[in-house]
T-cell receptor, first 113, second 113 residues
Framework: AQSVTQLDSHVSVSEGTPVLLRCNYS??????LFWYVQHPNKGLQLLLK??????LVKGINGFEAEFKKSETSFHLTKPSAHMSDAAEYFC???????????FGQGTELSVKP | GAVVSQHPSRVICKSGTSVKIECRSL??????MFWYRQFPKQSLMLMAT?????????EQGVEKDKFLINHASLTLSTLTVTSAHPEDSSFYIC?????????FGSGTRLTVV
């Protein structure tokens, strides 16, 4: 069975400092992994996805994530936080057989001025 | 491309009434639509998977007679919450699988009073 664990329910950073949102996954086979962002009362926007190509994945708005099979991790990073990055972030793994998405618990990112 | 339009964005209804939520794929054909529910400060929970022209597959614990899903065409899937009660108040989001991954509707905030 596949699962994903986001290690922090809430992360707070100052504007201009780096962002690290941690995610570990469990999968019996090569997974597809995603990071989505959700602003309050909005749908989800795809930041980036990993589908067994390059292990370092670059996404939108300066975000990137590195797939580390040995650590079963897919952490999301950004060099410099912006106030507009404040939102809820979800790490997601895809059930490659049925196409279902399995969501992590979410990490709320706060950005202080 | 690959936009899913979800309506309404917000709805308030009286207890005991039914509410229909629509998701339309605007520029692609959505053979599969996923329906999620999200409670405040929580992650997305998959409710059901609908395939065009066939019965939806519900996740364990989801009442199929209460949450009616119809996917009669390749561009429209609907979720009807029947005899709604205050505990059904939640954020409902649809998602369609595309050639590029998954795209989400903007969500519907349902409040049952």
């Amino acid at each position: 069975a596949q699962s994903v664990t986001q290690l922090d329910s809430h992360v707070s950073v100052s504007e201009g400092t780096p962002v690290l949102l941690r995610c570990n996954y469990s999968s019996s086979y090569s997974p597809s992994l995603f990071w989505y962002v959700q602003h309050p009362n909005k749908g989800l926007q795809l930041l980036l996805k990993y589908t067994s190509a390059a292990t370092l994945v670059k996404g939108i708005n300066g975000f990137e994530a590195e797939f580390k099979k040995s650590e079963t991790s897919f952490h999301l990073t950004k060099p410099s936080a912006h106030m507009s990055d404040a939102a809820e972030y979800f790490c997601v793994v895809s059930d490659n057989q049925g196409g279902k998405l399995i969501f992590g618990q979410g990490t709320e990112l706060s950005v202080k001025p | 491309g690959a936009v899913v339009s979800q309506h309404p964005s917000r709805v308030i209804c009286k207890s005991g009434t039914s509410v229909k939520i629509e998701c339309r794929s605007l520029d692609f054909q959505a053979t599969t639509m996923f329906w999620y529910r999200q409670f405040p400060k929580q992650s997305l929970m998959l409710m059901a998977t609908s395939n065009e022209g066939s019965k939806a597959t519900y996740e364990q614990g989801v009442e199929k007679d209460k949450f009616l899903i119809n996917h009669a065409s390749l561009t429209l899937s609907t979720l009807t919450v029947t005899s709604a009660h205050p505990e059904d108040s939640s954020f409902y989001i649809c998602s369609a699988r595309t050639n590029y991954g998954y795209t989400f509707g903007s969500g519907t905030r349902l409040t049952v009073v």
